[in-house]
């Protein structure tokens, strides 16, 4: 199992790279410490399950003791060859951008896979602040066909932000936008896609859905694209005069950014693929995993035997802290889940953020089986799957992260993805 992991990243050049927001994802699964590459020689090398090296613009070399290693890559647009030499050392390697993963495929790195950038929700979030900006702009410029398109939407736009900004103020100034402006420096999916959509503002961006922003976001629903500058204005206009449709699209993307696309489901990818490498068995349930407690609800008006037959589900959630977004997930799961018998198992990884009495009062209070388990630490998403594994006794086993929020019908459509005659684990 993955229980703790040393993350290696630099933050002096710039203070939003890419491990900061790994680093807080993380922290919710598995023990995290983290180091700066020039501590690269005091890394123990008997302390860790993974050593993670993010991609931070530096140069730098880990000793080759640190084992099992991976490596998120995520400027292979910028300087190939430099990913490329640090990811030939590492037993796993991810690429932030589609073609990336493939160039380093093709360079001989048969195992990089395509692990697309992110946000982070508490971050980049929507701000209560009226739309005073027509457009904005956060990053930095570029010469070329970035400043070219800033120039021309300045000149059309002048009610405008252009300059850089960093975590609150970001996404204050996203969310004060009506528009926000992207055009990426060699078709890569950057950072700004995810972030701008989590503030819930419209992005317009250039058209990348042949790097994989297609298979991430769809276009005219969750995003805007456009492929040259005069379709540029063209839509930027049409939007600012169309503020239903406009809001429409932004409040789409938001729930999909934060649906699917956040550090947390990125990092929960990255450890059950390393895992699956590294071959320690995520899917193998533990017996000998320590809990402090194991309390069960009875069962109420859940008989297994009703709803024509159908077999008992049973939906396993891990948490750790994060309280809102497990009261949101469990809301839901009652709402939405009365067409089947099912039960419901929690894993707490010991959070400190009064998780634990909430779950007691779902207990008290829920008309299914509700089972949950109070870690006295942080074990781990994938040791804490394992113990939500352990205890259940439905046919179904669907695996839930606690940031899900699940709408009406959603359990009758998953099992029916599974056949009529087959009764086999699902999981989301």
Not at 33 to 49: C, L
Not at 118 to 126: F, K, L, N, T, V
Not at 240 to 265: K, P
Request: proline letters at 4%.
């Amino acid at each position: 199992m993955i229980r703790r992991v040393a993350l290696i990243f630099d933050d002096l050049l710039r203070p939003d790279t890419t491990g900061v927001y790994v680093r807080r994802a993380l922290e919710g699964l598995v023990e995290v410490v983290r180091y700066r590459p020039d501590q690269r020689d005091e890394i123990p090398a008997s302390d860790f399950d993974l050593y993670l090296s993010i991609d931070d613009d530096t140069d730098h070399k880990l000793p080759d003791r640190l084992r099992p290693r991976a490596y998120w890559a995520i400027d292979t647009h910028l300087d190939f060859q430099s990913r490329l030499n640090r990811a030939r050392n590492c037993d796993l390697v991810f690429a932030a951008q589609r073609d990336g993963a493939h160039r380093l495929r093709t360079a001989g790195l048969c195992h990089a896979d395509w692990l697309p950038l992110a946000c982070d929700p508490e971050i980049h979030r929507r701000h209560d602040v009226p739309r005073k900006f027509d457009f904005c702009f956060v990053g930095n410029r570029s010469a070329g066909p970035r400043d070219e398109l800033l120039d021309l939407l300045r000149g059309r736009f002048p009610n405008h932000f252009v300059g850089n900004a960093y975590f609150e103020r970001m996404a204050e100034i996203y969310s004060a936008s009506r528009v926000v402006f992207n055009r990426s420096i060699a078709d890569d999916v950057n950072m700004r896609v995810f972030e701008a959509l989590a503030c819930g503002s419209l992005l317009v961006t250039n058209d990348l859905a042949a790097n994989g922003q297609g298979e991430l976001f769809r276009d005219g629903e969750h995003l805007v694209t456009y492929r040259d500058s005069e379709e540029l204005i063209e839509k930027v206009e049409y939007y600012l005069h169309h503020q239903d449709e406009r809001e429409v699209i932004a409040t789409a993307g938001r729930a999909e950014a934060l649906a699917r696309h956040t550090y947390r489901h990125r990092m929960e990818r990255l450890l059950v693929e390393t895992e699956k490498v590294i071959g320690r068995g995520s899917v193998a349930v533990n017996s000998d995993l320590p809990r402090s407690a194991v309390n069960r609800s009875p069962a109420v008006g859940n008989d297994r035997s009703s709803n024509g037959g159908a077999g008992l589900t049973s939906i396993i959630v891990p948490c750790f802290n994060q309280l809102e977004f497990t009261r949101q997930c469990i809301s839901a799961l009652m709402k939405h889940t009365a067409s089947r018998p099912w039960e419901l198992i929690v894993i707490d990884n010991g959070s400190t953020d009064g998780t634990g009495s909430y779950l007691s009062g779902v207990q008290d209070a829920a008309a299914v089986p509700v089972t949950v388990i109070a870690n006295t630490k942080n074990l781990g998403y994938p040791a804490a799957i394992n113990q939500g594994l352990k205890e259940a006794t439905g046919d179904y086993l669907v695996l839930l992260n606690n940031d899900a929020v699940v709408t009406d019908g959603w359990l009758q459509q998953l099992i029916a993805l599974c056949g009529a005659n087959t009764k086999p684990p699902v999981g989301l």
